[in-house]
C-alpha cells in the first residue's frame, strides 16, 4: 500500500518539524514536570523507607514526617515493655538555624539518634564514621546542602544554633520534601542546641518487632497502651507523609495542572497544524473522494499523519526529558520517570495526537469530490 | 452502453434563487467510443459531467453506469460506482504531490482494492504505456504539463474502469503538448476498450473524437 498520509506528511518537512516540535515540547513538559514533582515526592518519605524501623510512633495527629510534635522521651521505655518489640528508640526531628560563612543563615532539617547503625540512618554515607557523633560537638552533613550552604568539607566548622559544630562526615541522597538540607547528629547533643524546645521530649519513636511476630497484634497493643500517640506501619507512615504533600497543599493540583497544561499545549499545537495541513491539502482529499476514496480512507489518513508525529515527537521529548536528568541531578534535584509513567505519556501522546485529528475529521466529511473540477 | 443519461435536470438553490442548470439533458458513451462534450462557459457540461461521473446527484431523470441505475444511491454507493467503474482526468491534474508517478498510479490502484505486488505491476504497466517509464520516480513537481497529464491519464485507467471521464484535459497544455496527449489518450481507451467522455472547449478534440455532443443552456443540442 502506498502511504499516502506518512509520505504527505514528510513531503513538507518545516510543517513536520513544528508538529514534532509541539508534540515534543508538551512531552518534555510533563514528563520533566511530574518527574521533578515524582523526585520531590520521593523525598518526602525517603527517610521512613530507608529507616529499618517496622513501626513509628508519632504525636496523636502528626500530618507528616517534617512536621513532628513532640512528645515526653520517657514513653519509649513503656513501648520497650510490650511483647514483641525487640528495640525501640527517640528519634529527634528539629530545624536548626545555621551561620554561614557569607554572613547569611539558613535552615537545616537534623535526624537525631544515640545509635544511627541500629537503624540504618543515615543509608548513604559518602565519607565519614557515622559513630564518631557520639563523640562530640559533630554532624554529619549532606551534599546536597552545597545548594544552599555553598561549598564546604569535612572538617569544615559550621555555627549551629550558635554553637561551633565540626562536620565530621557526608551523606549522599539525603534530602527533604522541604528542600531544605539534611544533617544528623547525636541526640544529646540536638537537644541540648534546642534546650527549652527539646528538652526531655521526642518526635518519634522507632519501633523494631521481634523475628516472627505478628504486626498488627504488636501495633494494637502499643496503640492501646498510648491513647494519646499514632502508631504507624512504616509504609502507612510513608504514605501518610507523601499524602499530605499531594492532597493537603496545592503541590499536587499544582502539578496535575501542569501536566493537563503540557497536554494542551500539544493538543492546540498538533490539532492546528493537522487542520492547517488538511486544509491546505483539501483539494487533494477532494481527489482521494472522486477517484472511488471514502471518508474512512481519508481518516486513515488523518490517523496515520497524527500517529507518526505522536511517535517521533514523543521520542524527541522523552530524549529531552532524559537529558534533562543529569543536569537535574547537578543541582540536587532528582527526576523521577518510572517506565510504567514513561509509557502512559506514550500512549496518552498518540491519544492527544489522534483528538487533535479529530478536528480535522468534520471537515474532510464534508468535503466535496466535485471541488475537484473547479480551477 | 457504459454511461447513459435520460431527461437529467439540475437545479441549485443558493438561499431562495434557484438556479437550472441542466433542462432534460440526454446522452450517452458507447464502450470504445470516444465522445467529446462541447459547449460554451455555464452550459452545464461540467455539471453534466459530474453527474455522469456519480459525483453530483441529478433533481431528476436517470442516469445509467454499466447499465447500472445510479440516479438514487447515497454518497456511499456512489464512491463505490466510482471506484469500480470510473476514471478521471482533471483540468488541474490534482496529482498527489509527495508521491511519485509510480506511487501515483498505485495509490489509485489501492483505492480500488488492487493491493501489493500486482498494485505495482499494473502501475508500472500503466506508467510504460503512457510513456513515461524513465520518470517513474519522480515527483510531480519534476515534470512537464503534458507529463503531469499522462500521469493523470495512466491514474485514470488504473484498475481498468469501463469509462473515463475527462474534464478539459487541454486546458493547461500548449497545442503540440495538449495534441499529443489527446493522442495517447485516444489510443489508450480504443486498445483498452474504454469509454472516453471528455468536455472541452479544445477543437483539436473534435479531431480524435467519434462524436460530439454539444449542450447550450443546459439542453443538448445534438
Known amino acids: ?375 | 452502453m457504459v454511461l447513459q443519461c435520460q431527461d437529467i435536470t439540475k437545479t441549485f438553490h443558493e438561499g431562495k434563487v434557484a438556479t437550472p442548470v441542466l433542462r432534460g439533458a440526454s446522452m450517452h458513451v458507447d464502450q470504445g467510443e470516444v465522445v467529446a462534450l462541447e459547449g460554451p462557459s455555464g452550459s452545464g457540461k461540467t455539471t453534466l459531467l459530474q453527474i455522469l461521473g456519480c459525483i453530483l446527484s441529478p433533481t431528476s431523470g436517470r442516469v445509467e453506469i454499466e447499465d447500472q441505475d445510479v440516479s438514487q444511491l447515497n454518497a456511499r454507493n456512489l464512491a463505490m460506482v466510482r471506484k469500480r467503474s470510473l476514471g478521471f482526468v482533471f483540468q488541474q491534474f490534482n496529482l498527489f504531490p509527495a508521491l511519485t508517478v509510480l506511487e501515483n498510479v498505485e495509490y489509485a490502484l489501492n483505492l480500488k482494492g488492487v493491493v501489493g505486488k500486482a498494485a505495482k505491476a499494473e502501475a508500472k504497466a500503466l506508467v510504460d504505456a503512457v510513456e513515461l517509464s524513465e520518470r517513474g520516480n519522480y515527483l510531480p513537481r519534476d515534470l512537464s504539463g503534458g507529463q503531469k497529464q499522462r500521469v493523470a491519464i495512466a491514474r485514470a485507467m488504473a484498475a481498468k474502469p469501463a469509462a473515463i471521464l475527462a474534464d478539459e484535459p487541454t486546458a493547461n497544455l500548449d497545442s503540440q503538448v495538449g495534441g499529443q496527449v489527446l493522442e495517447l489518450f485516444r489510443n489508450l481507451a480504443r486498445k483498452e476498450n474504454r469509454g472516453l467522455l471528455i468536455v472541452t472547449h479544445d477543437p483539436k478534440v473534435r479531431g480524435i473524437a467519434d462524436r460530439v455532443v454539444n449542450i447550450k443552456d443546459g439542453v443538448i443540442q445534438s
Not at chain 1, 546542602?145 to 550558635?162: C, L, N, P, V, W
Open chain 1, 1 to 375: 500500500m502506498v502511504d499516502l498520509g506518512l509520505k504527505t506528511l514528510l513531503h513538507d518537512k518545516t510543517k513536520f518539524a513544528i508538529t514534532v516540535a509541539g508534540v515534543a515540547f508538551a512531552v518534555t513538559l510533563v514528563l520533566a514536570q511530574v518527574g521533578l514533582f515524582n523526585g520531590l515526592l520521593d523525598n518526602s518519605d525517603l527517610s521512613i523507607r530507608k529507616c529499618s524501623a517496622d513501626l513509628w510512633i508519632t504525636s496523636h495527629n502528626t500530618a507528616n514526617v517534617d512536621f513532628p510534635q513532640r512528645f515526653p522521651e520517657t514513653i519509649v521505655e513503656r513501648v520497650r515493655t510490650v511483647p514483641g518489640v525487640s528495640r525501640a528508640d527517640n528519634l529527634l526531628f528539629s530545624y536548626v538555624n545555621v551561620a554561614l560563612p557569607s554572613g547569611a543563615s539558613e535552615n537545616a532539617v537534623v535526624y537525631a539518634l544515640k545509635d544511627f547503625k541500629a537503624w540504618n540512618l543515615p543509608w548513604d554515607i559518602k565519607d565519614g564514621q557515622i559513630e564518631d557523633l557520639r563523640r562530640g560537638r559533630f554532624l554529619f552533613l549532606d551534599e546536597g546542602a552545597r545548594r544552599r550552604f555553598g561549598d564546604f568539607k569535612t572538617g569544615d566548622f559550621r555555627e549551629i544554633q550558635e554553637t561551633r559544630l565540626r562536620i565530621v562526615g557526608q551523606t549522599r541522597q539525603a534530602q527533604s520534601f522541604t528542600t531544605n538540607p539534611i544533617s544528623f547528629m547525636d541526640y544529646d547533643l540536638l537537644a541540648s542546641l534546642q534546650p527549652e524546645f527539646l528538652g526531655g521530649k521526642t518526635s518519634y519513636i522507632l519501633v523494631r518487632l521481634a523475628a516472627g511476630t505478628d504486626v498488627g497484634t504488636v501495633r494494637a497493643e502499643i496503640q492501646r497502651r498510648l491513647p494519646y500517640q499514632d502508631v504507624f506501619t512504616r509504609d502507612e507512615w510513608a504514605k501518610k507523609s507523601r499524602d499530605y504533600w499531594v492532597v493537603n497543599t496545592g503541590i499536587g493540583m499544582n502539578a496535575y495542572l501542569t501536566v493537563f497544561l503540557g497536554c494542551l499545549v500539544g493538543l492546540v499545537v498538533v490539532g492546528q497544524t493537522l487542520y492547517t495541513s488538511t486544509m491546505e491539502h483539501i483539494k487533494e482529499f477532494g481527489t482521494v473522494k472522486a477517484i472511488g476514496g471514502t471518508n474512512r480512507d481519508i481518516y486513515a489518513i488523518l490517523a496515520r499523519q497524527a500517529t507518526v508525529a505522536a511517535a517521533v515527537g514523543f521520542a524527541f521529548g522523552l530524549a529531552m526529558a532524559l537529558s534533562l536528568k543529569p543536569l537535574a541531578e547537578k543541582i540536587y534535584l532528582k527526576l523521577i520517570m518510572p517506565v510504567p509513567f514513561i509509557l502512559l505519556v506514550g500512549v496518552g501522546t498518540v491519544l492527544m495526537c489522534l483528538a487533535a485529528a479529530m478536528l480535522s475529521f468534520r471537515k474532510v466529511a464534508n468535503i466535496d469530490p466535485g471541488l475537484v473540477f473547479r480551477s
